[in-house]
């Protein structure tokens, strides 16, 4: 069979005698063990080869072809492979199995896009640039290099495994862009040459006048040198030629835009609550605080199982109803080290009749329910609970096989006993769909009125608990189960036809005049964007990036099936979402005083340049629509680009400001960009987000104050390139923001 090898552009591989042979054909070169797991793998196959054969794998959901070697190689600096399949959905990592480090999970997707079935694509990975977050694996006890299949597995040959020991970096100009009133910061790789690099604007030479590289922590393969120019940046044509032969072309060149008028106003301004630069379950305490980490919780599906009587748990559908030792086992020395760090911490207190026994029992054993749809790869006797054809299995399993009871009683000497108290209590996560996603644990529709039942019940018992503490409830989902329940709109006709949240409030606020005090501090609501952004083209990006207008604009019409009536609900508008300010004014009718949290949200693409664009977007939108918390699903990683999104507005304890800022535009745009600006002490600091992948924009701001600036950005033509520097801003008729980037500055 013939083979295409695709060129490696930009890394050359010297062949050295150091090089580690994984595979070349019929057998696992010596040294190498089979440590892989639910595969099929012929490791003599000869349907499709290079050489006399290739390794033939079929794995099945997360399973996968993983070899070890007898040793270690701990300083090497690349991984060689040739692979063929229809894009194998494919996780890759290196390992040590002797102290149990994972370098971070690369995706066969991030090295390329186009891997055929009829011919081998040639991939390299760069162990000091791991494909999606730039990191480096650094030196460790490595011995494991494990190719993961997804959740619907992977099937794929691969060939010519190498563990390479040194890769020559190509120097290379990766992206040179304007960025601010005069500076232009250049990305490059390897040991470039600056000294023939020249920049023009509209055909007149500019002079360089200073230039400051770095070598960004946490990315080192990339370096980023900010050059400031003797000349402000205008309207034209801006030509920077590096003077090298750059693989191609040698120059970057940038059609300059008229500017946008903007204008920002310190003296009209309010608060931004604290709480909305969080996340769920931050990995570390360097995690929050490199991050600026503000609220942390402690949520998700597997909590509703999470008996603290054993650090037991049960992630429901998520995971063959199974139980397992809970990750991070102890809510109390978690509540304890993330306030350590420096965060707020929101705990979900589970509000079901049950909570998971010991860490093995399972609810729906093969060998008692036969024929189920799909079994856990790692424990074949486990089943999802289901038929193939979708429906559950009969009859409904005793819950006492795999669950232990859970009351107000234990949860309120649970809470009592806490060494660390939570800032925040929350009552449960999504129970209004605990009839799916724990169907084992409680299969009967959840209707309006027992949700707010056990919300009125558990939070009685937290506040019992923890005299003065916020409870948040009830964690709905997403915009359909707002309004409705799963037993649907008779349940809604059942209660004066009133919409599910609005009744929600209505009832907590009855419940305070009964009670004598608050029972509901935070209304807590989910929410996922409707749209379907699951393609990777650029029309999907250009979508993912308009939908955070649905977080507050309401002229926005949802380009989702919110947006298509009729519509079952009885909202205004309700083909536009509005969430923020809709929520504020349901709020305003039905129990005024209440605060608004969002304890899931997500940007849709965690490791996509735009998924780290509209989580900048989403944070500035919460700051200035007085969103009060706000937790993103669900854990960003560091690096990557919604981590990136985070550090922007709070990384290494420079913050955005305090107070919104009002912000004037004379061109909305939201389409494309987004403009927010913050004051404290009277400095002001700015971020502007630009979502257009091709083209600059440019503002004249009228009102920033002349003076320094600490800059920070993220995006741009390199992928995602980030770093920051100092700037002095002499004018501000003339303020550039490249194309996919956002970027944060600060008054000094
Ligand atoms: C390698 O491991 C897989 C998964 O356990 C197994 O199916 C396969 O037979 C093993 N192959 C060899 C040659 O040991
Ligand atoms: C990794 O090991 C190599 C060779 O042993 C050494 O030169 C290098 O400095 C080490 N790097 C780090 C980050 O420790
Ligand atoms: C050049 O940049 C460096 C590093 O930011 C700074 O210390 C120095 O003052 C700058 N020089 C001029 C002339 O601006
Ligand atoms: C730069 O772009 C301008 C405007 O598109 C074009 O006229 C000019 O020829 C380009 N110059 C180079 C060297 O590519
Ligand atoms: C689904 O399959 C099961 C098992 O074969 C069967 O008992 C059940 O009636 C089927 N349900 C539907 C809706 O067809
Ligand atoms: C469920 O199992 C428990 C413990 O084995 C048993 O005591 C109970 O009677 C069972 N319940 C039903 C309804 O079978
Ligand atoms: C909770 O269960 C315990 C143990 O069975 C029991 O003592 C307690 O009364 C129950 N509490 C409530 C509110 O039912
Ligand atoms: C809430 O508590 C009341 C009073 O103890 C009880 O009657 C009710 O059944 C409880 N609600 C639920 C859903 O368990």
Redesign the pocket.
């Known amino acids: 069979m013939r083979s295409v090898f695709l060129h490696l552009a930009l890394l050359a591989v010297s062949a050295l005698a150091d090089d580690i042979t994984v595979y070349t054909d019929s057998a696992l070169a010596a040294g190498w063990e089979n440590w892989s797991w639910s595969s099929d793998i012929d490791f003599a196959a000869t349907d499709l080869f290079e050489g006399t054969s290739s390794i033939s794998v079929n794995s099945q959901a997360w399973s996968a072809l993983s070899v070890k070697l007898e040793g270690t190689f701990p300083d090497y600096q690349g991984l060689r492979f040739d692979i063929a399949g229809a894009q194998p959905d494919l996780t890759i990592t290196v390992s040590s199995s002797v102290d149990g480090t994972t370098s971070p999970n690369i995706l066969l997707s991030a090295l390329s896009t186009s891997i055929t079935s009829d011919a081998f694509t040639s991939l390299l990975i760069d162990f000091r640039n791991l494909p999606g977050s730039g990191a480096a694996l650094g030196n460790g006890t490595w011995d494991r290099i494990s190719f993961q299949g997804g959740a619907n597995g992977a099937i794929y040959h691969i060939d010519n495994i190498v563990v390479v020991e040194s890769i020559v970096i190509t120097p290379l100009f990766l992206s040179a862009e304007p960025l601010a009133a005069n500076t232009i910061a250049v990305t490059t790789q390897g040991a470039v040459d600056f000294s023939d690099l020249t920049v023009s604007l509209n055909g007149k030479a500019v002079k360089i006048v200073n230039s400051t590289t770095y070598v960004p922590v946490g990315t080192p393969s990339k370096s980023v040198t900010y050059l400031t120019l003797a000349q402000n940046f205008a309207q034209g044509t801006l030509l920077i030629n590096t003077g090298v032969d750059n693989g191609g072309n040698p120059t970057f060149n940038f059609s300059l835009p008229a500017v946008q008028y903007a204008s920002f106003v310190q003296t009209k301004n309010y608060p931004i609550s604290p709480s909305i630069y969080g996340v769920n379950f931050p990995t570390s305490a360097s995690y929050i605080q490199d991050l600026g980490v503000t609220m942390s919780r402690w949520g998700g599906n597997a909590v509703t199982a999470y008996n603290p009587n054993g650090q037991f748990t049960n992630a429901g559908a998520d995971w063959y109803f199974e139980n397992r030792v809970a990750d991070p086992p102890s809510a109390d020395d978690w509540i304890g080290w993330v306030h350590g760090a420096g965060s707020g911490s929101l705990l979900t207190v589970p509000a079901l009749d049950w909570v998971s026994k010991d860490s093995t029992s399972y609810s729906y054993p093969v060998s008692q329910y036969p024929g189920q749809a799909s079994t856990d790869p790692f424990l074949p006797d486990a089943g999802n609970g289901q038929f193939p054809n979708g429906s559950y299995v009969t009859s409904t399993p005793?819950?006492?096989?795999a669950y232990t009871s859970w009351n107000t009683t234990m949860a309120k000497a649970w809470l009592k006993g806490l060494a660390n108290k939570p800032t925040l209590v929350a009552i449960d996560n999504e129970i209004e769909i605990a009839s799916s996603t724990h169907q084992d644990m409680h299969p009967e529709p959840m209707d309006y009125d027992e949700e707010l039942s056990r919300v009125l019940n558990f939070s009685i018992a937290a506040k019992e608990a923890i005299p003065g503490v916020n409870v948040a409830a009830p964690s709905t989902c997403a915009w359909w189960f707002y309004w409705t329940s799963v037993v649907g709109f008779d349940d809604n006709a059942a209660h004066d036809n009133m919409d599910f949240l609005p009744w929600f409030l209505m009832k907590m606020a009855a419940a305070e005049k009964t009670y004598g005090k608050r029972l509901l501090d935070y209304l807590d609501i989910h929410y996922y964007y409707q749209a379907d952004v699951s393609a990777t083209d650029p029309a999907t990006q250009a979508l993912r990036l308009r939908m955070s207008r649905s977080l507050w604009d309401t002229t926005y019409t949802d380009e989702s099936w919110v947006g298509v009536p009729p519509q079952q609900n009885h909202q205004w508008d309700p083909t536009i979402i509005s969430l923020i300010p809709r929520f504020r004014t349901l709020i305003d009718i039905y129990y005024p005083g209440t605060k608004l949290s969002i304890s899931e949200f997500s940007s849709t693409a965690d490791t996509d340049i735009t998924g780290g664009l509209l989580t900048v977007d989403m944070l500035g939108i919460f700051g200035r629509e007085k969103l009060d918390s706000a937790t993103y699903w669900a854990t960003p990683d560091e690096l990557g680009p919604v981590g990136l999104a985070y550090w922007l507005y709070r990384g290494f304890g420079t913050h955005f400001g305090a107070n919104s800022a009002q912000v004037n535009l004379a061109t909305p745009n939201p389409d494309t960009q987004g403009v927010y600006a913050a004051t404290e002490n009277g400095k002001l600091s700015v971020v502007i987000v630009n979502k257009n992948p091709d083209t600059p924009i440019t503002f004249a701001l009228a009102n920033m104050p002349f003076g320094k600036y600490f800059v920070r950005h993220f995006g741009g033509e390199a992928g995602i390139a980030k770093w920051q520097t100092t700037v002095t801003i002499s004018s501000i008729d003339y303020i550039v923001v490249p194309a996919y980037t956002a970027v944060f500055l600060k008054q000094n």
């Open positions: 005793n819950q006492s096989r």
